[in-house]
């Protein structure tokens, strides 16, 4: 299933709705669980808390198959001129997972690490796809850094790594956008990467969340990012140091995971700076396209 949040009108005085993908139609996720009750009732509701649904993705997945099986999902009404928000507009937290390629470990000049590098960036850089990343004035060259994200559903602690996907609510895409040249003068101090990584805009994240059952394997999918249609990172998730399992695992035995939570899980090599103008395209198959535009601060309006 490939959930998502959208407002209706295009007007951001509108609530953020959630929603399913369905061969190219946004579907809402009330309407989806309203006739599959009816036609089967199994105890669905829609909670008001978008946390809380995470939770039951796979229940709704369930009931859409059951839908599109008895051939009454594509007689439902689609919404018509949405607007997409990001499938978690403000998650309740992004954990970063540093230097977990070892390309990219190189092409920074550092050793490969030999346990996950986890930093925070904050909820509030969250952007949806087609938002404009906004260059800072003063703060040096700004890159890219695409990435699969992990989304938690399930709350858990001190998980072994055979369980640690069953708190996986689903996959999406992020946009790790770095102020480079400050996250160098913070390591040079010592410091934490937490600024570099949270101005304003600086995290897209999209197009849509898929849910496990459509990607058995998060460890193969080949990940592209693309500034302007030149293709500047492509890699699998194979190459990842560290498994997502092996990273619920770890971070788990340090706090509990908790739904809503979002953990990039690394960048491979070929990150670069952004500039006006451009178009930064993150990309796997099996997910989409999460695409920004990229301005300056002076263009905001």
């Known amino acids: 299933m490939k959930f998502v949040c959208y407002r209706e009108f295009d007007d951001p005085q509108e609530p953020i709705l959630p929603g399913v993908l369905h061969q190219g139609r946004t579907l809402p996720l009330t309407r989806v669980v309203a006739v599959a009750e009816a036609m089967a009732p199994k105890g669905l509701s829609v909670p008001d808390d978008l946390f809380a649904v995470l939770a039951k993705l796979a229940g709704y997945g369930r009931a859409l198959r059951d839908l599109e099986k008895a051939r009454i999902l594509d007689k439902l009404w689609p919404e018509a001129g949405v607007t997409f928000a990001a499938p978690l507009p403000r998650p309740h937290r992004i954990l970063g997972i540093g230097r977990n390629y070892a390309e990219h470990a190189k092409e920074m000049g550092n050793d490969v690490p030999s346990e996950p590098i986890v930093f925070q ?36 602690k001190n998980v072994t790594e055979a369980e640690a996907l069953s708190l996986v609510a689903g996959y ?130």
Not at 129 to 134: A, D, E, F, W
Not at 211 to 239: G, R
């Open 121 to 156: 960036k904050a909820s509030t850089s969250v952007i949806a796809p087609g938002q404009p990343i906004v260059l800072p004035p003063n703060v040096g060259n700004v890159d890219f850094e695409g990435e699969l994200a992990v989304v938690i559903g399930v709350a858990g």
């Open 172 to 301: 999406t895409l992020i946009n790790d956008v770095t102020a480079r040249d400050e996250q160098k003068r913070a390591i040079a101090k010592s410091l934490p990467w937490f600024l570099s990584k949270s101005y304003d805009t600086f995290g897209p994240l999209g197009p849509c969340l898929v849910t496990p059952d459509e990607i058995p394997d998060p460890q193969n999918l080949t990940l592209t990012l693309s500034v302007n249609d030149e293709i500047k990172q492509q890699a699998n998730t194979s190459e990842m140091l560290f498994t997502i399992p092996a990273l619920i695992a770890y971070l788990s035995r340090h706090f509990a995971l908790a739904p809503g939570d979002v953990i990039a899980t690394g960048t491979p090599s070929g990150i670069a700076p952004l500039r006006s103008g451009d178009i930064v395209e993150v990309r796997i198959a099996e997910i989409g396209t999460l695409t920004n535009p990229v301005i300056g601060e002076d263009e905001v309006f």
